[in-house]
């Protein structure tokens, strides 16, 4: 389940009216405060005046900053998290260049790193992003169903487990600073993942 | 190099006389205050407090709360890192079952956790956390070298990268709240990470 799916259920078991014209509007001045401030000028308050909102209105679609935070970085990513270019080694590193590449340039990495600190105190952002990833987990999984459709995986591999694996290298790079890998570095994480430590 | 060791550094090149007493007295004071009344209690008031140190004293080692938490945190830690059970399989599985472990109980997970989401807003914090795990990676390689002298893991494979790799998916599993890992489950981890995800 996404985030925006949960905060759709979030709404719904509330008995809370949606309105899809300024739930978007909403995210959309969410959008573009990031994009020209930065996150360090993000706040419930300057979301609902740049929308015309209430504050009461956003805070009841979106309990807290950190998962409005998400819904907005959901929206924003156009990072394949399942290509699709014929071998699982090209797969793999595809999906992980575009995401550290997304992370380093613009406020992808920033916004994502806060959601991910705010959702330490925070359990009801944890809870958004444990769905977000389930979700991924669940998409990405198509590398691997595929590849072993190709017969190049072996069949006992978990499509999701193996993405969960995958996207936690991606997590603690982002989460140290450490997202300027060189090509060959990432090859290299590639072929650990690949073909695993054990000599074969 | 540790977030010990970085703040030894640090206080060298300030020029600031070092006192190993009132350091472990304040590295007592806050992990007494850790254990009795957890995250919500911890601060640098309350440490100087029951220290009977100056807090401009504290603040001079540990310039910010996340930085004295990692201290703390890495005088509390039992892990064993390399663990030598005589193969990869089992070194691996007993090296994450205790991390997870570790931080299930007690307060480990929730201050590492708390140190996590500080540092990444707090840069020096940020640093320290890097060092950290540098120097872990260093400590838990060892497991690599010796199965590579005993022929069962490949000679490509970089110890402290194969490090990082493992070590990202116990701190996924923190940063997600899902430590209730099952011993199956941690075993098909530890099965991917050792067979890697391509047919052999």
């Known amino acids: 389940m996404t985030a925006k799916k949960a905060a759709e259920t979030r709404r719904t078991s509330i008995g809370a ?3 899809p014209d300024s739930q978007d509007a909403i995210l959309r001045a969410a959008e573009e405060i990031l994009v020209e ?15 015309h909102a209430g504050k009461p209105t956003i805070y009841r679609w979106w309990p807290t900053r950190a998962i409005l935070l998400l819904d907005v970085y959901h929206r924003q990513k156009y990072v394949d998290i399942a290509p699709d270019t014929g071998t699982i080694e090209t797969d793999i590193f595809q999906l992980l260049s575009g995401l550290l590449e997304f992370w380093s340039a613009g406020h992808g990495g920033a916004v994502f790193r806060s959601v991910i600190a705010e959702a330490q105190t925070d359990p009801a952002a944890g809870k958004a992003i444990a769905a977000y990833m389930a979700d991924r987990y669940q998409q990405g999984g198509e ?9 190049e995986v072996a069949d006992w591999v978990a499509p999701e487990l193996a993405m969960e694996i995958i996207t936690s290298f991606a997590w603690k790079r982002l989460l140290t600073d450490r997202l300027d890998i060189t090509p060959e570095e990432l090859r290299l994480v590639v072929r650990h993942l690949v073909e695993g430590f054990k000599v074969q």
Chains 1, 2 share one sequence.
């Open 143 to 151: 590398i691997f169903r595929r590849a072993k459709a190709r017969g």
């Open 17 to 19: 009216q949606r309105n």
């Open 37 to 51: 401030g930065g996150l360090g000028s993000f706040s419930i308050e300057a979301v609902a005046r740049r929308a």
